[in-house]
């Protein structure tokens, strides 16, 4: 991919870089993304109608039997291109943060230091009424499991809709936001809030934004670069362009 000549000059004397990404850099890794059709049996569903504290309330079962589906689903699953560049861009940048949505744990993986987590992860689990994290649990059991220490029924450390996202990660990501030079926004179809508004927060502040995903989406028309193509390639494609040429 060609780059604009401008564009890599600003990334090159960038010093303050935050990215967003969505579940569209994982998409290489084989996850399907959030809108994407679920398959087999919870094709029925709509993640939206799985992913609140009402539908837990419901059926808490249903629900944790489908983040069990999703945690088998990201066991064998690896980091691609797309996130190890992104922490080869880290290394390049003094002050660099990556806020996802993503609650896979990919970008800890694959060797990103500075992450805030706005969704939380799907690897951690902790009871619904005390908060108290537990370390070991029993994903295939006829009923939910509960919490030792107050039988609570215990619930993944997600973020679900109608929820708040988590203060202090949130002030930090609208901090970034608001101060760096460049703010990518990468993978994410820029629908759900308050990640969405990040983009518009940097925008405001004078900062350069950059879209890159497989298709446009309703944040392109105001970006000061978009590249559409998939994230795994065009990352690697973009730090080597900037880095690899010695120009910084
Ligand atoms: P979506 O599924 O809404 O969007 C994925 C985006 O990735 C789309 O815009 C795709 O075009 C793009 N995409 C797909 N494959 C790609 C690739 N290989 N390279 C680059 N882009 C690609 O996922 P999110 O935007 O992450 O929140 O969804 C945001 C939030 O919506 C999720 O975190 C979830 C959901 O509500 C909660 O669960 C709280």
Sequence with gaps: MEFPSEFIRFLTKA??????????????????TFRDAQSGLWAQYRP?????????????????DWYAWRREAIKGVRPNAGHYALTEMEKKISEFTLVTQNVDGLHRIAGSANILELHGNILKVRCSECGTFTETWDD???SVPRCEKCNGLLRPDVVWFGESLPRAELEAAVNAARTCQVFFSIGTSGVVQSAAALAHAARNKGSVVVEINAEPTPLTPKVDFAFHGKSGEILPELVKAVWANGLS
């Design 15 to 32: 010093s303050r870089v935050a990215v967003l990404t969505g579940a569209g850099v994982s998409q290489e890794s084989g996850l399907r």
């Design 48 to 64: 939206e109608d799985l992913a609140s504290p009402e539908a837990f309330a419901r059926d808490p079962k249903l629900v944790w």
């Design 140 to 142: 295939d059991v006829e």
